[in-house]
């Protein structure tokens, strides 16, 4: 089976930093895109975030302006989100997602990746930034 497992979530400080992980289990990590999406209540998913493990393509949601980095660990089979300058409205439930690497390869460019179905989800690791 299938298994995205997020963690590091937590309560933080406006300014502060988290790493959120996803540990990725079930498939070969290495022909897998992995992303990054926040849901707030009340609120649209949101994209933050995705890597192309293969060729290390990185797409940004346009909120991110350099705040967040993501990268992978292809050893570890995990995906990392580090938040940087955290503020309040960063508060949601970040969630991690899987497709196949070529699809995000070939379709992902000019904001394509966070339309794109993503096969594979975790179950969401709660972030709460106080102002």
């Known amino acids: 089976d299938v298994r995205l497992v997020e963690s590091g979530g937590g309560l933080a400080q406006a300014g502060g930093s988290l790493t959120l992980s996803c540990v990725v289990s079930g498939i070969t990590f290495y022909d897998y895109a992995v992303a990054w999406f926040r849901q707030a209540p009340g609120k649209e998913r949101e994209e933050v975030s995705c890597i192309v493990n293969e060729d290390g393509t990185i797409y940004y949601g346009d909120f991110v302006k350099g705040r967040f980095t993501i990268s992978t660990n292809n050893a570890e089979i995990t995906a990392y989100l580090h938040l940087n300058n955290l503020k309040p409205e960063d508060t949601a439930v970040y969630y991690c997602?899987?497709?196949?690497?070529?699809?995000?390869?070939?379709?992902?460019?000019?904001?394509?990746?966070?339309?794109?179905?993503?096969?594979?989800w975790g179950q969401g690791t709660q972030v709460a930034v106080a102002s």
């Open positions: 997602a899987a497709t196949w690497g070529r699809t995000v390869a070939v379709r992902g460019g000019d904001g394509g990746w966070s339309s794109l179905y993503w096969d594979y």
